[in-house]
């Protein structure tokens, strides 16, 4: 028994070990010029895909390589909150809250309204939609455990959203001297349609240091968004779910529904960056050990899919979040002319 309990322990250490190796690799890798478009997590579930069909992973590994793709997954989240100061989304103004509303709600419709006419898995198509419209795949593997998304789902949504937003960096990047707009202008379209604080940073680079200190701000708009939607995205699937059992939801059942945890502490870590109270080196420590741990959540889910199951589900889900991804950009260039910010 004890041996057997000792062969559990190495194997599950073992399984985080090959997460966090994984995860310093795609940190490290994101510090070069073309890698940094695609961003720590974007290479992450890069290298756990290509380390699976390469190398392979021992069975014994796989509770480890759970926990990181799971439990470590929700903590990075939580500390992700330490990047977001509530008072710089309050300066940036009403129009461009109002421009991430916008386009969070008609990219969320868009794109799931297309992964319906694909016939896409729900659960994919509510994934794929949410990455595309939010943050990418810290948007996904936040609303994955609200509509209790398997392995799968989770992991051909993200890598969906993380291939298209480097495509769209690119993009971008040649783009910017025939789009017509002010630093400022390209900063606030940048952040308002692109899927990574990563792919924003990297696009919005060719405008100065203005285009990118408001294009972080309106992403991080967006990142907040987060927190109300995967709220009304647990109601809406706990309703579902007991609609399909009993009918219809009463109002106790609104009560049970309960309110993702790791979305509280993200709003709570939000509140204490916000206040101030930590030195701004350690918040920027905890941002860096939360990109970490949502790293080794990616890489575990990268080492949970085979290529061919991301042929064989992820290739409609990519088409929907191309088109709502072209669309998404359409929209927000309109709304900066609209709102006068171009």
């Known amino acids: 028994m004890v041996k057997l309990t000792h062969n559990k322990n190495f194997g599950f250490m073992a399984g985080l070990a090959i997460t966090l190796l994984l995860a310093i690799a795609a940190k490290y890798l994101a510090m070069l010029p073309f890698m940094a478009i695609m961003g720590q997590l974007v290479i992450a579930i890069l290298l756990g895909i290509g380390f699976k069909a390469a190398i392979g992973v021992p069975e014994a590994a796989a509770a480890g390589i759970s926990f990181s793709s799971k439990k470590l997954l929700r903590y990075g989240i939580i500390l992700l909150g330490m990047r977001l100061n509530l008072i710089d989304i309050v300066h940036a103004g009403p129009k461009v809250l109002a421009i991430a509303v916008i386009n969070i709600v008609f990219t969320i419709f868009v794109v799931y309204g297309l992964t319906k006419w694909f016939k896409v898995d729900e659960k994919l198509g509510l994934l794929t939609a949410c990455g595309t419209a939010i943050c990418g795949a810290a948007a996904v593997v936040a609303i994955s455990p609200q509509i209790k998304a398997s392995d799968d789902e989770t992991a051909v949504a993200a890598a969906t959203v993380a291939i298209l937003g480097t495509l769209f960096t690119l993009v971008y990047t040649v783009m910017y001297p025939v789009l017509g707009l002010s630093a400022a ?140 991804s072209v669309l998404l950009s359409i929209v927000g260039y309109l709304l900066v002319h609209a709102f006068g910010l171009a």
């Open 185 to 324: 202008g390209y900063g606030i379209f940048s952040g308002a349609t692109l899927h990574e604080v990563a792919h924003v940073i990297a696009a919005a680079a060719p405008g100065g240091q203005e285009a990118v200190d408001l294009a972080v701000i309106v992403k991080l708009t967006r990142v907040a968004m987060l927190v109300p939607i995967a709220i009304l995205i647990r109601f809406w699937a706990g309703r579902n779910q007991h609609g399909k059992a009993k009918g219809n939801l009463g109002k106790k059942k609104w009560r049970e529904i309960p309110i993702p945890w790791f979305i509280v502490g993200f709003i709570l870590m939000s509140g204490v960056n916000t206040i101030g109270i930590i030195p701004a080196d350690i918040s920027a420590q905890l941002v860096t050990a939360a990109y970490l741990l949502l790293a080794m959540a990616m890489a575990g889910l990268g080492l949970g899919i085979q290529i061919n199951t991301f042929r064989r589900m992820g290739m409609k889900s990519f088409a929907a979040g191309g088109i709502g």
